[in-house]
């Protein structure tokens, strides 16, 4: 697939050195930054804002920034993560009070919007907002940590969302985010994924190039 995008989460990179290590992976290939926001209270762990995302942005990465957005409530944030620098935002319909709006909100900042569905939300959320949106996230794992292991039944959702994607004709993104591997990539890519979030996979291999090179291999194989 030409079309592959490899968005490394930085939830397991080095936080000490987090410029470089953000400088590390576009240098080893790959093309957009995944930003994950947890609240500890919608999800029950705790990260990282706008300041750093800014912080990102004044370092000079000028990759596109995609901030999962795991947060309720979740429009007031919105507005500074678009001044910050976010290039595409993400969050999850159980986390705004409308969904619509949030949206809107997101596109009125001038970022790509994208809705996130964990994995017992159901694909019929998707009703009546897709048109409107740039990309969904469909969670293959719960949301509040790296590390976790890919759930299957993801498989089946990302087949479902493709077709949804397909027979609307838009160019929507369809990103998948959780226990993605170099050894189980080629089964997600041939489920309908075109875009690809991978923590744990890249941050914790010696090599980040060598990891990333082998993704995109086994995407297009
Ligand atoms: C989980 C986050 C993911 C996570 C992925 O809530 O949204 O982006 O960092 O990590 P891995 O690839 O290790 O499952
Ligand atoms: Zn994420």
């Known amino acids: 697939m030409s079309n592959c995008i490899i968005a490394p989460s930085i939830l397991s990179a080095n936080f000490a050195k987090l410029g470089e290590e953000v400088d590390a992976v576009i240098a080893a290939g790959a093309d957009w930054v995944h930003f994950d926001v947890m609240d500890n209270h919608y999800v029950p762990n705790l990260t990282i804002g706008p300041l750093v995302c800014e912080a990102l942005r004044k370092h000079g990465v000028t990759a596109p920034i995609d901030v999962h957005l795991m947060v309720k409530p979740v429009d007031r944030i919105i507005p500074d993560f678009a001044a910050a620098g976010a290039s595409l935002i993400s969050f999850h319909p159980e986390a705004s ?12 900042q001038g970022c790509q919007a994208g809705l996130v569905l964990n994995p017992a939300t159901p694909v019929e959320v998707l009703d009546y907002v897709l048109p ?9 794992v719960n949301p509040g940590f790296g590390g976790q292991a890919f759930i299957p039944s993801a498989l089946d959702k990302l087949k479902r969302v493709r077709e949804r994607i397909d027979t609307l004709g838009k160019p929507i993104r369809l990103e998948i985010d959780g226990g993605v591997k170099a050894d189980n990539i080629g089964a997600i890519a041939a489920a309908g994924a075109d875009t690809f979030v991978a923590g744990s996979a890249i941050f914790n291999a010696p090599d980040y190039r060598d990891v990333i090179t082998r993704m995109r291999a086994e995407v297009a194989a």
């Open 97 to 108: 009070e409308h969904v619509h709006r949030t949206v809107q909100l997101i596109k009125a």
């Open 132 to 140: 409107e949106l740039d990309l969904v996230l469909l969670m293959s």
